[in-house]
């Protein structure tokens, strides 16, 4: 009687109207997120850009956003500007070009999309606020269009006004519609009119009222972007519009089998939601390790001196879309209210037809496995099996028809081929009735289609069992008269500034890299601060290294250096942590705001050099004046060095010693934050906001005085937090508020919270503590000036970063660790196809395992044990756990690296906790062995600093 009601509930769900389907996409940008791209060899980057954009192969986008570059901090980089005065325009800047070029010739017909994060500096006219000539702003914009059209052959057929910034600083929301307007007349008269306009790309709430009294704002817009949907969904208003919505930026989620999960959800749930593509943030991760947002792409390119590469699970679901759709076919939506297309065991499903053609979704993930970083909906209940019965177009798919079916459920074995995704199930046929009946599982998706003649796509060499990945090589050299893209070398990480490779100064032969911003660009209002030029190279796990190079400053006021242990604050846009040796000035400092558009604050001149223990040399460790015999700083090439070994720095100026043997390491641990204290001495403010910064939200289910006082405890217990706000939320679920934690920000004069606060911080400590690893880079104040002859040397034992790891053959006892995957020496080398799922150590040469197994008691360390004993662990792929075979509430937990720890940190068994969790789920490599744990334990924690590292692994690390 069941299986009878479930079919009369599912029948006949199919309204009459439809919507066209335009597609899933990637973004690359929002900042520099392709960096080490194309410093793939060509095999490699063939390898990926055919899994991205080849036709009916494997991810087979149809859409490519990219950042319409500005020179500025946009996330993970700064990617080049086109425009850099009135009379500078520079069509071959930045790798966006090339991308899209490569992208194209796979697929002639994919949209190209380009979205400005911020604008040039000048833009401004002395004001924070870019459209304050919007004649002028649209030439900048069209410009780049046209530099797409005639150096490249691009046609860009897509532009949005302004990334998540509707409303210009203390500006009214017109300025913005101004600008459209004019922006649509500039292309129009450039023969440009077939590239369409989308806005807000941010929250469309912002632009529904204008759009609705204003014909002309209507006329100049195409279609309507959001910003990650979530929850929120549409309203009737919006949709009212009668313009095409798409998920204009979404997912931005950790890409491990949990993001696949996420990712499965929302392309599911978007469509339901009246929205006709959706584009992930952000395409692929080729970006230094360990910063923001690390390894949340499709595929991760983070290994280019090495040429592995990586597919995410999350490729595997964009699959489940692209190879059973076209852009084009109708988008059937269902009879309710909120058009969504529901299971009544628990999750949704779209349908998809051609004139010829169905293709069914569907998606059964739970919230702990299937969690988004943001604008998830409360919680809901799967049934574990479920029988699932779907009616089928007939005109597509009439009785008798059989459709094949794809089955992806998520597992922790990944990336190798394997049984986890994208697996053929048995066909299903079409009923007299016109349904279709299965069995479904919890965390599962499926495509059910009349398309034949499908495949799975093989891994490429690259991303198989070709090259490893492998830590930065050292030593590393670059004279910078190498091949760049853009004019950019391969393998740094501009964070601030914008280096090029241009013909070098002062009559040195040759090329050398140049910072070339003078003034800052203007940023989305929220996030429009700045700190210092860097651009990092290297890992994050670099200890013990000598930085050298020859920098030359052309003139008095502005100044260049080096820099060892670099961290990742919050955001680049503040000041960072690490040891830097500036020559001639420190960077100019405007803390509350430096803000771009406006006059920078001069920079901090020095009588020769300082070393620093940040960014803004608020702490100088030593500082001193130039050799006696060393010519004037200005207009002269001067070589520096610098150098730790073991916790003492050591620095050189055109071959003569500065300084030795200054310490640097950790004298104690940092103090906890004394909670209560902080609570009682925060003041509530009601009547104002505080701009930007936002690092998190979460949701409280509560509301009034109970959620400010939980928002505050939050902020407070939270040593990157520097102010809180709580705003209502937009969930469907009931009554709620979200509480926003940010890094810093500075109260504005309006409301627009319900209620906000500026933490109260303790006094600060009497002297900074240099971070104990960190990337290398090259830093510089406003200003131009050059660098060559770069060189990065090891200076622990062996000529490594760090202190390599023993010899000594295992024995049961040996201790396991929480490493860097690539830390040398260390052995990260398992199996589980053998000895019934108990974790394998793989010793070097022993193909088939050793007798060692992963082992430990509960609340023990976690060591090598025999295999086959009692303390053996045993590896569950579909939770991504390891748990004693006699009690499966505990897990194999990593702990956490702190500031203070010289040795790299322990693995114990401590209870289960709920997941989604980042210390006890670990991803199996069954081509490398590794055991890739979720979180960043194996990186020391630093203090406002952030960190997600996602390459630390189960070791052995004698």
């Known amino acids: 009687m069941w299986f009878t009601m479930l079919a009369v509930l599912i029948a006949s769900v199919y309204a009459t109207s439809a919507f066209r389907f335009d597609g899933i996409g990637g973004l690359s940008g929002g900042g520099s997120t392709s960096t080490f791209f194309e410093a793939y060899d060509p095999d490699g980057r063939d390898e990926m850009l055919d899994w991205l954009f080849k036709p009916g192969y494997a991810a087979s986008l149809s859409i490519l956003k990219v950042e319409i570059g500005t020179d500025d901090q946009t996330t993970d980089g700064c990617e080049g500007c086109h425009m850099r005065s009135p009379t500078d325009v520079d069509c071959n800047r930045g790798y966006e070009w090339a991308l899209m070029k490569q992208a194209v010739q796979r697929n002639p017909n994919i949209t190209l999309y380009g979205l400005p994060w911020g604008f040039a500096g000048w833009l401004g006219f002395g004001t924070t606020n870019p459209y304050y000539n919007v004649t002028a702003t649209a030439e900048y914009t069209a410009t780049w269009v046209e530099c797409a059209r005639d150096a490249h052959g691009l046609n860009i057929s897509m532009l949005g006004l302004w990334n998540e910034a509707w409303v210009a600083d203390n500006r009214p929301d017109t300025d913005a519609w101004e600008y459209a307007l004019a922006l649509r007349a500039r292309l129009d008269s450039s023969g440009l009119s077939h590239v369409r306009i989308i806005v807000p790309d941010g929250d469309i709430a912002d632009v529904v009222k204008p759009l609705q009294s204003n014909s002309s704002y209507l006329a100049a817009t195409w279609g309507l972007g959001q910003h990650y949907p979530g929850s929120r969904g549409t309203t009737p208003e919006e949709l009212a519009l009668g313009k095409p919505m798409w998920s204009s930026e979404d997912y931005s989620t950790y890409s491990d089998a949990t993001g696949a999960g996420c990712w499965s959800r929302l392309l599911v749930q978007n469509v339901g939601w009246g929205y006709s593509a959706t584009i992930t943030w952000y395409l692929l991760g080729g970006f230094a390790r360990g910063l923001h947002y690390d390894s949340d792409g499709l595929i991760r390119a983070e290994w280019p001196t090495s040429g592995h590469w990586e597919v995410t699970?999350?490729?595997?679901?964009?699959?489940?879309?692209?190879?059973?759709?076209?852009?084009?076919?109708?988008?059937?939506?269902?009879?309710?209210?909120?058009?969504?297309?529901?299971?009544?065991?628990?999750?949704?499903?779209?349908?998809?037809?051609?004139?010829?053609?169905?293709?069914?979704?569907?998606?059964?993930?739970?919230?702990?496995?299937?969690?988004?970083?943001?604008?998830?909906?409360?919680?809901?209940?799967?049934?574990?099996?479920?029988?699932?019965?779907?009616?089928?177009?007939?005109?597509?798919?009439?009785?008798?028809?059989?459709?094949?079916?794809?089955?992806?459920?998520?597992?922790?074995?990944?990336?190798?081929?394997?049984?986890?995704?994208?697996?053929?199930?048995?066909?299903?046929?079409?009923?007299?009735?016109?349904?279709?009946?299965?069995?479904?599982?919890?965390?599962?998706?499926?495509?059910?289609?009349?398309?034949?003649?499908?495949?799975?796509?093989?891994?490429p060499t690259h991303a198989a069992g070709g090259p490893r990945s492998a830590a930065f090589p050292l030593p590393f050299r670059d004279d910078f008269e190498g091949p760049t893209v853009g004019g950019e070398a391969p393998f740094f990480g501009d964070q601030e500034g914008k280096w090029e490779t241009v013909p070098a100064l002062a009559g040195r032969v040759g090329n050398a890299s140049q910072q070339q911003v003078t003034a800052w660009p203007i940023l989305e209002p929220q996030c429009n601060v700045h700190a210092q030029p860097i651009s990092i190279i290297g890992d994050l796990f670099f200890e013990s290294v000598r930085v050298t190079t020859d920098v030359l400053i052309p003139s008095h006021g502005v100044g260049a250096g080096v820099a060892l242990r670099v961290r990742?604050?919050?955001?680049?846009?503040?000041?960072?942590?690490?040891?830097?040796?500036?020559?001639?000035?420190?960077?100019?400092?405007?803390?509350?705001?430096?803000?771009?558009?406006?006059?920078?604050?001069?920079?901090?001149?020095?009588?020769?050099?300082?070393?620093?223990?940040?960014?803004?040399?608020?702490?100088?460790?030593?500082?001193?004046?130039?050799?006696?015999?060393?010519?004037?700083?200005?207009?002269?090439?001067?070589?520096?060095?610098?150098?730790?070994?073991?916790?003492?720095?050591?620095?050189?100026?055109?071959?003569?010693?500065?300084?030795?043997?200054?310490?640097?390491?950790?004298?104690?641990?940092?103090?906890?934050?004394?909670?209560?204290?902080?609570?009682?001495?925060?003041?509530?403010?009601?009547?104002k906001v505080i701009e930007g910064f936002d690092y998190l939200q979460t949701m409280l289910n509560t509301t009034g005085p109970a959620a400010i006082t939980a928002c505050i405890q939050e902020c407070c217990a939270a040593s990157a937090c520097k102010a809180w706000a709580i705003t209502e939320s937009s969930s469907s679920g009931g009554a709620g508020t979200k509480c926003w934690l940010k890094s810093g920000g500075t109260m504005d004069q309006r409301p627009g919270q319900l209620a906000c606060g500026l933490k109260t911080l303790p006094p600060p400590s009497p002297a900074s503590v240099v971070p104990p690893s960190g990337w290398v880079a090259l830093v510089s104040t406003l200003g131009v000036m050059q660098f060559d002859n770069f060189g990065i040397d090891g200076t622990a034992e062996g000529n490594g970063a760090v202190r390599s790891c023993g010899q000594t053959s295992p024995t049961p006892g040996s201790a396991l660790v929480s490493a860097p995957c690539d830390h040398p020496g260390a052995s990260t080398s398992f199996t589980t196809d053998v000895k019934g799922g108990q974790v394998v150590l793989v010793t070097a040469g022993a193909r088939e395992g050793s007798s060692l197994c992963i082992g430990g008691g509960i609340g023990t360390n976690v060591t090598l044990v025999e295999c086959g004993s009692a303390a053996a662990l045993m590896y569950d792929v579909s939770t991504g756990r390891l748990t004693p075979r006699s009690n499966q509430q505990h897990c194999l937990t990593a702990i956490q690296r702190q500031q203070n720890d010289a040795a790299l940190p322990k693995i114990a068994v401590a209870p289960c906790v709920a997941i989604p969790d980042e210390s006890q789920q670990f991803q199996f490599n069954p081509t490398t062995g590794a055991l890739r744990q979720k979180g960043s334990h194996c990186i020391a924690q630093v203090a406002d600093t952030a960190l997600a590292y996602r390459d630390c692994c189960i070791a052995l690390c004698l």
């Open 313 to 459: 699970p999350m490729a595997w679901i964009t699959m489940h879309w692209t190879l059973f759709t076209e852009v084009g076919w109708d988008i059937i939506a269902c009879e309710t209210t909120s058009t969504r297309c529901s299971l009544p065991g628990g999750g949704n499903f779209v349908a998809l037809t051609s004139e010829t053609d169905v293709t069914l979704i569907v998606e059964t993930f739970r919230h702990n496995t299937s969690q988004c970083i943001r604008w998830d909906p409360p919680d809901w209940t799967v049934e574990q099996t479920q029988v699932v019965v779907l009616e089928v177009p007939s005109s597509q798919a009439p009785a008798g028809s059989a459709l094949d079916v794809w089955r992806s459920c998520m597992g922790w074995r990944y990336p190798a081929n394997d049984d986890t995704f994208m697996q053929r199930a048995d066909n299903l046929i079409v009923s007299a009735a016109g349904t279709v009946t299965f069995t479904a599982e919890a965390d599962c998706y499926y495509t059910l289609t009349t398309l034949k003649g499908r495949v799975k796509p093989t891994l």
């Open 568 to 687: 990742s604050p919050i955001s680049f846009r503040e000041v960072v942590p690490g040891l830097f040796l500036y020559l001639g000035a420190t960077p100019g400092v405007d803390e509350a705001n430096n803000a771009g558009g406006v006059t920078p604050p001069p920079n901090v001149i020095l009588p020769g050099w300082a070393l620093c223990a940040d960014s803004y040399c608020h702490e100088q460790i030593t500082n001193g004046t130039l050799p006696s015999s060393a010519q004037s700083i200005y207009g002269h090439w001067h070589s520096l060095m610098l150098e730790v070994v073991e916790g003492r720095a050591r620095g050189m100026i055109d071959s003569h010693e500065i300084f030795e043997n200054v310490v640097i390491s950790h004298q104690e641990p940092p103090s906890k934050p004394d909670i209560k204290v902080c609570v009682d001495n925060t003041t509530v403010v009601t009547d």
